[in-house]
């Protein structure tokens, strides 16, 4: 089967479903020539997920059908898009079929790579073993926690480019308070072990997450990766990134953030960098080599912090210069590296992050945001899920 | 130059491919040059004809003059113009801003979880109210109930009570500063 469309958008996530309304807004002539090609049957709003590993949200309030979010003048082929061919303006999907394009947009995300250590999917929702990068199993971490008797809560975050780089963290946060309530926490080893240098990237939430480490007596192994876990023995050993070493605990309960890379498909296809993520001009969001091809989102190689937030900021700038290479322009619309990350230090407290490129703090809000507040936390649990569904993928927000 | 070379040198001209392209395609345009002439020539005919039409002339000279196109106006619809873009950019954020509302509106989820959220929010509220208001109406049917007589004793041993000390400071402070302000 063979098919042609004005605009062909890869990715029915944050960054294509947005993209496709701003477009739609913008030049309503467009309506019927967008085509949005993703194989899931279900939008998932992914932000909630550390709430709902906290016991703070029900997971069904995430996910709503793709049906639903696709925007009005857009049609949705559910399929999965398999190959890239750029120099003939071609995409070809799982089912053998090729689209052409006129224009591409590519908002694929991030691929989870479960497999990548050794004990890791096969323990998943057993074991003790826990994620909430899985909405199968993000209920699981809340059994976790809240029958927790005590022993070593073990928490990781992967020597890899992850998704909302503060998720590994917030659910650590929200356990620790939680074995407080529960009084457990006095035979409780709350463990840390980060791939990372240190706590975070931006120096003045850096210095605020310290205090907050330092004041939850949270035993943070930096630069160690978690490279196998035995889910019978109930150990996760972790290597030294430095040294070599290998270093092995034993959990009570583990909580992991898989180690993530670029899609497949992008990462051996001429759209790619060497690492294997699509290239796109930092700043113009346009790709690198071909002109009528612009990229957002987590699957890009922008070297900024892969949010929603980022997201947000990135699918105005896409839209608008893919709109004026359309009109035969230069795309002039700048994305400056905004990425944003709500903090969630326990229950009903919040740092909320915001920062560029150069790890600057670039804060929305009257008030010195590395402080912890309730307001912020109330904002990203009953707020921010309604301007996500109704501003942000209807390209208003 | 004689005639006969000028006509070579035509014929050369015509020889070279692209003189050729270009003759074949203007060729190939001409219906549509013809339909483009024929509409420039109507346009002129009815032009023509409106301005031979004295009735048609006079009610457009009517018209115009009752219009206040004054230099003044001129000026302000050039300020006008420059504002157009700043003017665009604010009406885009209101119209989003209103389509986020109306989208919210329709949306059954996000006004249910709203509504819970909100109802979260002020339950302790109304709970803490709601015992307020429960101790009131306990004090009242105690008061309607109590048939006893109180004497200067009952005073003396309820002195010694935590409320009543907190509202003795009260009344000895709001008389302290009343005989200040004086």
Redesign the interface.
Known sequence: MEAHTKVLITGGGSGGVSAASRLLRKDARLAGQITIIDPAEYHDYQPLWTLVGGGEARKE?SR?TMKSVIPEGAEWIQERAASFDPDNNSVYLGDGSRITYDYLIVAAGIQINWSDIPGLKENLGKNGVCSNYSYEHTDYTWELIRSFKGGNAVFTHPATPVKCGGAPQKIMYLAEDYFQKSHVRNKTEVIFGSANPGIFDVQKYKDALEKIVERKKIKAHFRHNLVSIDGEKKTASFENLDTKETKTFHYDMLHVTPPMGPPAFIAQSPLSDENGWLDVHPHTLQHARYTNIFGLGDCCNLPTSKTGAAIRKQAPTAAENLLQVMNKKQPEAVYDGYSSCPLVTGYNKLILAEFDYNKNPQESMPFNQAVERRSMY?MK??LL??MY???ML?G?? | MAVNEKTDSRLKALEDPEVMASLEYILRQMPDIEKSLRKVQEGAAFAGAVLQDEAAVQSMEERASSYRVDPEALAAAVRLTNKLPEMEAALTQAENVLSFVQDIARDEASMESLKKSSERYVEPWIQQGKEHLSTIEEIKRRAEEDKKSYSLFHLLKWRRRKPVQTILRYMNASLDVLEQKK
């Open positions: 309030e709503r109330m649990k009953d899920p309604v569904w109704n501003g209807k208003t927000m």
